[in-house]
Nanobody
Framework: QLQLVESGGGLVQPGGSLRLSCVASGSTLDYYAIGWFRQAPGKEREGVSCISNTFISNTYYADSVKGRFTISRDNAKNTVYLQMNSLKPEDTSVYYC??????????????????WGQGTQVTVSS
């Protein structure tokens, strides 16, 4: 069965960058949509960015991250990335990747994603 592992989180100053990785095992990611979600303490889970399977190639970005974050996939490595630039303190959260077979857009709907990673902490602070 598909398993996902996130990595790449950490502490970064405002304006800095991080690249999160979501590495899959148990199945190829070619046929899966991948979403990046975040949940900060006391807040609901938010869809940050989603990418459809490699044959459709739709993407979504939350308004709060447009122009700063980029989602991409490397099928050869069975990995999806979230490049995060110009980070802001409000980006501080636990970031999760998730996979599903039916998402095509236009919004990141976490009900469409069935396999979840364990999360990686991103902290943006001076």
């Amino acid at each position: 069965q598909l398993q996902l592992v996130e990595s790449g989180g950490g502490l970064v100053q405002p304006g800095g960058s991080l690249r999160l990785s979501c590495v899959a095992s148990g199945s190829t990611l070619d046929y899966y949509a991948i979403g990046w979600f975040r949940q900060a303490p006391g807040k609901e889970r938010e869809g940050v960015s989603c990418i459809s399977n490699t044959f459709i190639s739709n993407t979504y970005y939350a308004d709060s991250v447009k122009g700063r974050f980029t989602i991409s996939r490397d099928n050869a490595k069975n990995t999806v990335y979230l490049q995060m630039n110009s980070l802001k303190p409000e980006d501080t959260s636990v970031y999760y990747c998730a996979a599903g077979l039916v998402w095509v857009g236009p919004f990141c709907d976490d009900t469409k994603f069935n396999s979840w990673g364990q999360g990686t902490q991103v902290t943006v602070s001076s």
